[in-house]
């Protein structure tokens, strides 16, 4: 009996060392796990630092890494700025951007018809007097420049059209075919009015018509008939006379060298191509007022022009002249 007392104390015992054992075993294994959490959230709290570019110094002291503040300057620089006395200053490529983005924004008020008024404590925005849009000034210009153009055309057009010993009626500007027109019709009246005057001053000089000894005299008046005839056929082929006036003019057409000569005499004759220089003159009048041109001496005016011959006088745009020697005059 005392044999089964003992083994059952021995056993007790061993079971309460053992549970001693075990309990102590447990509590090594959780201190264990606890210090290798810590270890753990002591690594993951480094890492969380060592992302946002801090780092923990011997002494506890958290501060940014060098790589850290590298690129914290970088991205400084590139943004225009860099660290200074612990501040910040502007690098000179920002102060000239600024610069730059300050004289563009100016520029744009000064478009837009505006300027900074910085007179006051307070800069604020003015109008400019008298500012006008660019595309105001660019319309103006536009304006000006065809101004100009048209200016010169019509300059041009008017020299184009001037005829020597006229001038223009009016406003409109005659064609170019028209002044050339005129210009041959002048020409071949001016050959005419050649021809009488030289038949004239030889008669003049010989103070006779129809010589019949002096045969020189007599073929030389005949020769100057017969040129002005032809001359008076071509102004008319021309236009420069018409068929009213071709009569009017065979009429007074008196041949120096011929008995109606004899009877009309010296003075008969001269009087009679006077009047036939007269007549072409204002058959060429005619012609010219039709395309738009006035004699030079007429001063043009608003009321139709109208042209009259009565051998010495002549009534032209309202105002009456008279025939003069080298010419016509104005007369009351």
């Not at 009996?1 to 001693?20: H, V």
């Not at 940014?64 to 690098?91: A, D, M, N, S």
């Not at 520029?107 to 910085?118: Q, T």
């Not at 005949?222 to 032809?230: E, G, P, S, V």
């Amino acid at each position: 009996m005392a044999d089964y007392g003992l083994l059952g104390a021995l056993g007790e015992g061993l079971k309460a060392g053992l549970s001693s054992y075990q309990g102590e075993r447990d509590y090594q294994e959780k201190k264990k796990q606890a210090e290798l959490a810590k270890a753990l959230e002591e690594k993951r709290r480094k890492q969380e630092l060592a992302v946002k570019g801090f780092a923990e110094g011997p002494d506890g002291t958290i501060a940014k890494t060098p790589e850290q503040i590298e690129q914290e300057t970088r991205e400084l620089f590139l943004k225009g700025y860099l660290p200074k006395e612990g501040g910040l200053v502007k690098t000179p490529e920002k102060a000239h951007q600024e610069k730059m983005e300050a004289l563009t924004k100016r520029a744009d008020l000064l478009k837009s018809g505006y300027d900074i008024d910085e007179s006051g404590p307070e800069p604020k925005l003015k109008a400019i007097p008298g500012y006008k849009p660019p595309e105001e000034k660019a319309f103006e210009r536009l304006m000006m420049q065809d101004q100009l153009t048209r200016g010169r055309d019509l300059s041009k057009r008017q020299m184009e059209a001037q005829v020597p010993g006229f001038q223009l009626a009016g406003d409109n500007i005659p064609s170019t075919k028209d002044a050339e027109t005129v210009k041959t019709q002048a020409a071949s009246v001016q050959k005419i009015g050649d021809l009488i005057d030289s038949m004239k001053s030889k008669i003049a000089a010989k103070n006779k018509v129809n010589p019949i000894l002096d045969q020189d005299y007599r073929n030389s008046l005949k020769n100057d008939f017969a040129a002005l005839k032809i001359a008076w056929k071509n102004a008319a082929e021309l236009g420069a006379l018409s068929g009213p006036d071709v009569g009017l003019i065979e009429e007074a057409n008196i041949d120096p060298t011929s008995i109606k000569a004899d009877i009309l005499g010296v003075k008969g004759v001269l009087d009679a191509l006077e009047s036939a220089k007269d007549r072409t003159h204002m058959g060429l009048l005619g012609e010219a007022k039709a395309r738009g041109y006035l004699p030079s001496q007429v001063t043009p005016k608003n009321k139709p022009t109208e042209v009259f011959a009565d051998e010495s006088v002549k009534v032209i745009n309202g105002v009456k002249y008279k025939k003069v020697p080298g010419g016509w005059e104005e007369t009351k």
